[in-house]
């Protein structure tokens, strides 16, 4: 495991990721390797420097919009649209949203979903960061982005807590800041 602050820069991350997050083979279909953050949710010293990475990434960007995808995007990103001033979107799994949505499709690295969100959420211009908790392959963060496109918002940076850098992810993301704190 490397562990970085921004594209490219080795630094320490301030906890010990090797307790605070978990691999679970096999999940959630065989021959996936899951790594689970609820250990480092759940420690409160974790939680906050893992947060606090995020903020001093994108603290003073003139971000005006955290887009969190769901769910445990929700987790990071909302702490950070919060501590510099900005405002949070979800992005979510079908179904969930309650007004006019816009949907984008996506492959993962065992099936396929679909990913929404409001058509209202944001205008023409705005910028945004897209935090997740995990890059894989990108499909995820790709629909994300090809959403946010099609409201007009500038993509300022992709920000993930953790990247698997053998499923080369970040190749899909051209163009736009791609952020990771630690990769396997």
Known sequence: MKRLVSSGLESPFPVDTDRLIRAIPDFPIPGILFRDITPMLKDKDGFKEAVDMFVNRFKGRGIDYVVG????????????AY????????????????????????????????LEIHADALGSGDRVVVVDDLLATGGTAAATRRLLERLGANVDAFAFLIELEALKGRDVLTGVDVVSFVTY
Do not use: D
Request: hydrophobic share 35%; no cysteine.
């Open 69 to 80: 995808i769901e769910a445990r995007g929700y987790m990071l990103g909302a702490p950070l």
């Open 83 to 114: 501590a510099i001033g900005a405002g949070f979107i979800p992005v979510r799994k079908p179904g969930k949203l309650p007004y006019s949505k816009l949907s984008e499709s996506y492959a993962l690295e065992y099936g396929t979903n679909s």
